[in-house]
């Protein structure tokens, strides 16, 4: 494996076999898959539910057994081994139900509160790709592995609000941000915030990162899930220049070697992961 670091300047960085062309349709038939139990999970819990409730010798309060409900589809989908945030709305999704239809909640707000958490959590509907917002101290990390007085490329996938391109254009100021950021809420939220403080070597992408081509960058950061790193890998060794860096934040690639390991150290506890471009033979 590559160095560990205690977050501060790292020495050069090792090389990395570059993998095959990335695959992203396996992604969508995963995510797919995932709802898919995920729904599965809501109907044999209810069902299990309902035949319990027939033959219980008492009754059992309504919240009480939408709570119950909640239970056993989180914990089929624990026993599934899906995302965590599956567990969080598998758990909770029965609750907010039976509490709506008990609070006489108008359908419209269920309409709204859809719309709202589609817009916002569009990656994470479609690729299992969750909203992880990185935290001001990953900017100063990254700066202490960059080279000195060079203009910069940078590239975040998965931008959220912009805070990693606002932080990154201030400490180094002589460079070039992108971000891509596929949901719509989101991608509107950063380009207001980019244009409000003026960041003018600042700019967001709507579109998905699997659509963006990486070839002029020199660094791309991404703050993803486990589930697309190694096709991402792949689409990084494939389309960056040799000598080029990707980083990580939070999860590794699988079965690629990082060249450097540089813990954030804060409440987090997480962790960059960097990968060197190698030589391409």
């Known amino acids: 494996m590559g160095r560990d670091v205690p977050g501060g300047p790292s020495p050069s960085l090792g090389a990395n076999v570059p993998l095959s062309a990335p695959s992203s349709g396996r992604l969508s038939r995963m995510a797919h898959a995932a709802s898919l139990r995920a729904l599965a999970a809501q109907g044999i819990s209810f069902l299990a539910l309902a035949f319990l409730l027939r033959f219980m010798p008492w009754p059992m309060p309504p919240h009480g057994a939408a709570w119950l409900d909640g239970l056993v589809a989180a914990s089929l989908v624990f026993a599934w081994r899906l995302p965590f945030w599956w567990w969080v709305i598998s758990l909770l999704f029965p609750p907010l139900v039976a509490a709506a239809a008990a609070w006489h909640v108008r359908s419209a707000w269920f309409g ?3 719309l709202v958490s589609l817009l916002l959590y569009w990656s994470a509907w ?4 969750p909203l992880f917002l990185s935290s001001r101290r990953v900017c100063r990390l990254l700066k202490a592995q960059l080279p000195k007085d060079q203009a910069l490329a940078f590239a975040d996938l998965g931008s959220g609000l912009g805070g990693v391109l606002l932080g990154m254009a201030r400490l180094v ?3 070039a941000y992108t971000g891509v950021e596929n949901a719509p809420l989101l991608y509107a939220a950063s380009r207001l ?3 409000l403080q003026g960041a003018r070597s600042c700019r967001v992408l709507r579109q998905s990162f699997w659509a963006h081509r990486l070839t002029d960058y020199d660094v791309v950061y991404a703050y993803l899930s486990p589930v ?5 890998w792949e689409k990084a060794c494939a389309e960056m220049r040799p000598g080029t860096l990707f980083v990580s934040n939070s999860f590794a690639v699988p079965d690629a070697e990082w060249s450097l390991r540089v813990p954030i150290l804060d409440w987090t506890g997480s962790v960059l992961y960097l990968y060197r471009i190698a030589t391409r033979h």
């Not at 479609?126 to 790709?129: A, F």
């Not at 697309?228 to 991402?232: E, G, Q, S, V």
């Open 126 to 129: 479609r690729g299992q790709i």
């Open 173 to 175: 100021p002589d460079g």
């Open 112 to 114: 709204g509160l859809f």
């Open 228 to 232: 697309p790193m190694k096709a991402l």
């Open 193 to 195: 915030r980019l244009a």
